[in-house]
């Protein structure tokens, strides 16, 4: 992976994990706030998923296993 493209990707992660919040903070004026987690749920899970993706990428590039292109 090369490294702007991780830079990209973590931003997309932080957005995305933003994007939640703000989803479920909205959606509770309209619904209850059981309803409003669950329309945020896909936001935040994939947020979560590519943060996750991005730590092991991260742990094997300073191990020396699979270092980051320029």
């Given at each position: 992976?090369?490294?702007?493209?991780?830079v990209?990707?973590?931003?997309?992660?932080?957005?995305?994990?933003?994007?939640?919040?703000?989803?479920?903070?909205?959606?509770?004026?309209?619904?209850?706030?059981?309803?409003?987690?669950?329309i945020?749920?896909?936001?935040?899970?994939?947020?979560?998923?590519?943060?996750?993706?991005?730590?092991?990428?991260?742990?094997?590039?300073?191990?020396?296993?699979?270092?980051?292109?320029?």
């Open positions: 992976m090369r490294r702007n493209t991780f990209k990707l973590s931003a997309l992660a932080l957005g995305l994990v933003l994007l939640s919040f703000i989803v479920m903070g909205l959606s509770r004026l309209v619904v209850a706030a059981d309803t409003a987690r669950l945020s749920a896909p936001t935040m899970l994939a947020g979560g998923a590519l943060i996750v993706l991005l730590t092991v990428q991260s742990v094997l590039a300073v191990s020396g296993i699979r270092p980051l292109e320029e």
